[in-house]
């Protein structure tokens, strides 16, 4: 039936939309620090049961075993997944930047208080010397580095020391944890290289890096995207060709709708 096949091909249309749409946020974000690129699952809609045969089943029921003629009514998406395969990483000779090198989160305190969990290692020292990110946010942990500190040393196991001006003196001003998730791929998005833990992801493990199961840090390294241009390129042109694909589809259904309007006139 025509009218079918219009719906199907329309919901093909807008499932290779989605598609395109996060392809493009993908390749958006090639340069963002940290960022982990998604993909879009697709789910296959319900089945309509147009005819049931009784061949080979008794005359007064058919079996569920019995051939049956079933059509879907297309596609859709249903999720994006998250990628966190790790990105590359380099060095910046920045003292303050880490990386790590391994699973973990950065743990950042959000404006209302809740924690946020990044892979951006991107910080800085604000007016008051606490170390927060590019958004603002502080760490966790709360480490503030002294104005007069003449370096900052982070170990791999999140241990941040400084070396005070005058006297040369090295303090320790408190250690880096990292957060863990037994589903990562469950954390939403919130922007802001930022993530929230859900339900799906589970609870936070957190420890030190360098534990087990957890990555070092890595002072004067940032870690890159995880895309892939070429890679998204090629699922670019595969979702634009099914989109077009779709699309014929659609006029083709027309073309048969016109032809049986002029069998009837």
């Known amino acids: 039936m025509p009218f079918r096949a219009l719906t199907t091909a329309s919901l093909g249309m807008s499932a290779q939309q989605k598609s ?34 009784k061949a080979g089943a008794s005359a007064n029921r058919i079996s569920n075993d019995s051939p049956r003629l079933q059509l879907g009514h297309g596609s859709q998406a249903v999720s994006t997944i998250r990628n966190f395969t790790q990105g590359s990483i380099s060095e910046t000779g920045n003292p303050l930047d880490m990386a790590i090198s391994g699973d973990g989160f950065f743990r950042v305190e959000k404006p209302d208080g809740s924690i946020g969990y990044t892979r951006d290692g991107n910080f800085t020292r604000d007016s008051s010397g606490m170390l927060v990110n ?8 709360q480490i503030e580095v002294p104005m007069e500190a003449k370096a900052v040393d982070i170990s791999q196991d999140g241990t941040v ?35 929230s833990e859900t339900q799906a992801s589970g609870m936070p493990f957190v420890d030190h890096p360098g534990s087990e199961g957890f990555g070092n840090v890595r002072q004067g390294y940032l870690e890159g995207s995880n895309v892939d241009v070429v890679t998204e ?31 009837k006139r």
């Open 20 to 53: 395109v749409d996060n392809i493009a946020n993908n390749l958006s974000n090639v340069s963002t620090t940290g960022f982990k690129k998604s993909n879009i699952a697709f789910q296959d809609l319900f089945y309509e049961d147009i005819a049931v045969s």
């Open 134 to 141: 590019s958004s603002g946010l502080s760490l966790a942990e």
């Open 161 to 195: 020391t400084a070396l005070m001006g005058g006297n040369n003196r090295e303090i320790e001003l408190g250690q880096i944890e990292l957060a863990r998730f037994s589903n990562p791929a469950g954390l939403k998005a919130e922007g802001g290289n930022l993530f």
């Open 233 to 263: 390129m090629v699922q670019l042109i595969e979702a634009q060709r099914a989109y077009e694909t779709n699309s014929k589809m659609v006029q083709s259904a027309e073309d048969m709708m016109s032809v049986t309007n002029s069998i």
